[in-house]
């Protein structure tokens, strides 16, 4: 059963305009969380994470949210840009591991 | 940049043969991983290493072996490839033990074809 969830296979957005990816989770020990980039044959780059203990984490046009009463994170790009166009993982710290959700793929217009 | 390089970054093989993965790291961590990216799947992970001969396994493991000898160097290996093992094939490293703060930096990947 997945334990990290994301549930849209793909978002559109315009050039300027907000971005929001979300992935929901199971497990509530899971005590971080983080996001990853991925462009097409290159490795994962890590973005922005937040700890469990903050509903918050800002990082220029990235911001993470974290509602653990619902096990639900969301990752906002504002304002979304063509280079962001990628697909976009969703992690949680499970120990030593990292568990992955399956991505959404994120493109952006001009 | 993370210091991780993956060798080789392609390869084609045949049902049965032996194959070895490496990944080199220059910055020195504990910690290294190989995860592998299937369409559908996210990344799953493999083995992962939390020091020089100290491994364990990870969710697909199956049909894997790893070896660390050295801080630097982590080999994943498919002792008789099959066809399910396609994909692409991912190393990482951790600056820290897990938990909070447990970032991990990737390599640039792996694409490995059993024909």
């Known amino acids: 059963d997945q334990q990290v969830k994301q549930n849209s296979p793909s978002l559109s957005v315009q050039e300027g305009r907000i971005s929001i990816l979300n992935c929901d989770y199971t497990n509530s020990t899971f005590d971080y969380f983080l996001w990853y980039k991925k462009y097409p044959a290159e490795g994962p780059t890590f973005l922005i994470s937040i700890s469990s203990i903050k509903d918050k984490n800002e990082d220029g046009r990235f911001t993470v949210f974290l509602n653990k009463s619902a096990k639900h994170l969301s990752l906002h790009i504002v304002p979304s840009q063509p280079g962001d166009s990628a697909v976009y993982f969703c992690a949680a710290s499970a120990g030593t591991a990292l568990i992955f959700g399956k991505g959404t793929t994120l493109s952006v217009s001009s | 940049d993370a210091g991780i390089t993956q060798s080789p970054r392609h390869k084609v093989t045949e049902t049965g043969t032996p194959v070895t993965l490496r990944c080199h790291q220059t910055?020195?961590?504990?910690?290294m991983y190989w995860y592998r990216q299937d369409p559908g799947h996210g990344l799953r992970l493999i083995h992962y290493s939390y020091g020089v001969k100290d491994t364990d396994k990870g969710e697909v493991s199956d049909g894997y072996s790893v070896s660390r000898s050295k801080t630097e160097d982590f080999l994943l290996t498919l002792e008789s490839a099959t066809s399910s093992q396609t994909s692409v094939y991912f190393c990482?490293?951790?600056?820290?033990?897990?938990?909070?703060?447990?970032?991990?930096?990737f390599g640039p990947g792996t694409r490995l074809t059993v024909l």
């Open positions: 990482a490293i951790s600056r820290t033990s897990g938990g909070a703060y447990n970032e991990q930096f």
């Open positions: 910055e020195n961590h504990r910690y």
